[in-house]
């Protein structure tokens, strides 16, 4: 076991165990009194045999047998009411660092959600986490419980007898070592097996989200096939690191049988030579069976440090990945429609391979922009950098003046809105989808706002209202209604600059048509980005930016590029009605 580790490790109980600290000093006292109940308990059996041997049956032995049972159960109590404050303070251990966990995935930016599946992520913060259970319930207390009463029955067993007590707390010394030793391997075999557990439900987790679109292309088979090579790393890791415990745990049983018979046969030893009464002799045997009690539990909380520690060093890991993303000082554009502007901004998802180089360009408070462009132009990635998913690799991107960097990031992203075409839903009632959970939101507001976007119709057949559960719920959406929620939640957030990003594109000519007003609507007094294939779309759009391999083409008012028959603008949009007259 390295130190570092180990610290780790410390550092983590007094985290997490120091709010609760009553509540842990009332388990270790408990603990403590079952220590003292079990030290005690044979030396009444003890002195029961003696006093039979030496007066017959007494009234002293109704006492003595009285007092045996009321200590068991003394001893009882103390047991269960130790194991609910075992239990009580692990859960609410691990569910803060649950807590703390999530908390920290959730600001990680987007590589890092990239690079881990989903399912691995759940893993990572339920697996490992209740993987440490045991050890910020137990490992505290009962560590230092089962030392403690290991050495209370050695300091017994050494009162009755030095020699007695030397050899068997030697016999302890030397098969704890022992154990000791044999698992070292453990720790990293654990984490070879975690990990492998993580990919397995990170795999199964793509698998399930992916069911639509696999099983009518026939990738079932490949499902198969690669949940069985998972979980065939899975079992064998596990196998490997669960034997690295399971071997010196059957060798220590044998070891523990030995501990006892050395007991037995030093005890008879001393009845022999007339240094024991056959009280005594019992008083031997007891301890030293009983000494292997302890010296097991030993062996199982050394075992669970090892499974903790590699578990701590995975959550080590996730917490040291820190996000790129810097919050700013705090500075924040007055409220009311944004400016935008990108200065001299380069960027790419990797380095060497950039999609924008020394972009510029600036949109002014109010305006509409429509972006255009071919398949992966940039359009895409320039909402990405306005949200500060990414930040650009060289120059800035400011609202109102002000760098993104420099803002507070919930803040920053208060101010924008974002409708893409894959709309996700929770598994929730309609209010609570519309709001994000924010129950300030009137009823009557949200009605409006189905009224405007032309969904009040859809809502009126909903069974139990804004109760109504969706998602994966009670009621089903089709995508352009799901599209038309997420316009619902635009309007209701109340964005300074919202960006379509395809918004509309699955939505019927109608419904399209309808939703022209929302638009109109929710543009107003506002700055707004419409990214769109269809160039039909952007009728209502101040302004036309044309993008081609990451570099602006065109960049101008839409009424201009129109009324210009050679912009490229104009060009692309006299190809699309003929493409459409074709069609017709
Ligand atoms: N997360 C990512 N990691 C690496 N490269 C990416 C990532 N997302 C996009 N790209 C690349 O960046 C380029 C621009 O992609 P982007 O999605 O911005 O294009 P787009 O114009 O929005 O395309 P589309 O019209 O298909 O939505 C593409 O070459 C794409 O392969």
């Known amino acids: 076991m390295t130190s570092q580790p180990f610290k780790r490790s410390l550092a983590l109980l007094a985290r997490y165990l120091q709010p609760q600290w009553l509540k842990t000093l009332l388990m270790a006292l408990m603990l403590l009194l079952s220590i003292a109940l079990q030290l005690y308990n044979p030396r009444i059996l003890s002195s029961f045999i003696d006093a039979t041997a030496t007066h017959g049956i007494s009234t002293d032995l109704i006492w003595l047998a009285l007092l045996f049972i009321c200590m068991t159960i ?159 790393r899975w079992y064998t890791t596990t196998c490997k690191a669960g034997w690295s415990g399971g071997s010196p745990w059957i060798i220590s049983q044998h070891l523990f049988r030995l501990g006892g018979i050395v007991g037995l046969v030093l005890g008879a030893y001393l009845w022999t030579r007339g240094l024991a009464t056959p009280g005594t002799v019992y008083l031997i045997f007891s301890y030293s069976s009983l000494l292997m009690q302890p010296l097991e539990q030993l062996q199982w909380q050394i075992q669970d440090l090892q499974q903790a520690q590699a578990s701590i060093q995975r959550i080590d890991q996730l917490l040291l990945h820190s996000s790129s993303l810097k919050n700013g000082t705090g500075k924040m554009p007055a409220s009311g429609p944004l400016e935008l502007s990108f200065e001299h901004v380069t960027f790419g998802y990797t380095p060497e391979r950039p999609i924008f180089k020394d972009l510029s360009l600036t949109l002014p408070a109010g305006h509409v922009l429509g972006l255009v462009g071919r398949t992966g132009s940039g359009k895409t990635t320039m909402a990405r950098l306005l949200f500060r998913m990414y930040d650009p690799q060289e120059g800035a991107i400011k609202l109102n003046g002000v760098a993104l960097t420099e803002m507070h990031l919930p803040d920053l992203r208060r101010r924008l809105g974002l409708i893409t075409q894959d709309v996700q839903l929770f598994n929730a009632s309609v209010r609570d989808n519309l709001t994000f959970f924010n129950t300030a939101i009137q009823d009557e507001t949200i009605l409006q706002a189905f009224q405007k976007v032309g969904l009040y119709d859809w809502y009126s057949t909903l069974p139990r209202g804004l109760e109504t559960k969706i998602g994966n719920g009670e009621y089903g959406l089709s995508a352009g209604e799901a599209q038309l929620l997420a316009f619902v939640r635009s309007l209701l957030a109340q964005p300074d600059l919202i960006i379509l990003d395809e918004a509309s594109s699955r939505l019927d000519p109608l419904s399209e048509q309808r939703l022209e007003q929302a638009i109109e609507q929710l543009f107003t007094g506002r700055t707004g980005i419409i990214i769109a294939h269809r160039l039909a779309t952007l009728e209502h759009v101040s302004d036309i930016l044309v993008l081609e391999d990451g570099n602006i083409i065109e960049f101008g008012s839409r009424a201009e590029l129109m009324a210009s028959p050679n912009s490229h603008f104009a060009r692309l949009l006299q190809l699309e009605l003929e493409a459409g007259a074709m069609l017709v």
């Open 74 to 232: 003394i001893t009882k109590l103390a047991t269960v009411v130790s194991n609910y404050l075992c239990e009580n303070v692990s859960w609410t251990a691990t569910n803060l660092m649950r807590n703390d966990l999530l908390s920290h995935l959730l600001t990680l930016d987007q590589q890092f959600h990239k690079e881990h599946t989903s399912g691995e992520l759940l893993e990572r913060i339920d697996g490992d986490v209740n993987v440490l259970a045991n050890f910020f319930s137990q490992f505290i207390v009962l560590l230092p419980f089962h030392a403690l009463l290991l050495i209370g029955m050695l300091i017994s067993l050494t009162i009755i007898n030095w020699l007695l007590g030397c050899v068997l707390g030697l016999y302890c010394v030397a098969v704890v070592g022992f154990l000791v030793w044999m698992r070292r391997p453990a720790p990293n075999r654990w984490r070879i097996a975690d990990q492998a557990r993580a990919d397995l439900f990170g795999f199964l987790g793509e698998a399930f989200s992916a069911l639509e679109d696999v099983r009518p292309n026939g990738g079932t088979p490949y499902i198969w096939q690669h949940f069985y090579q998972h979980f065939q």
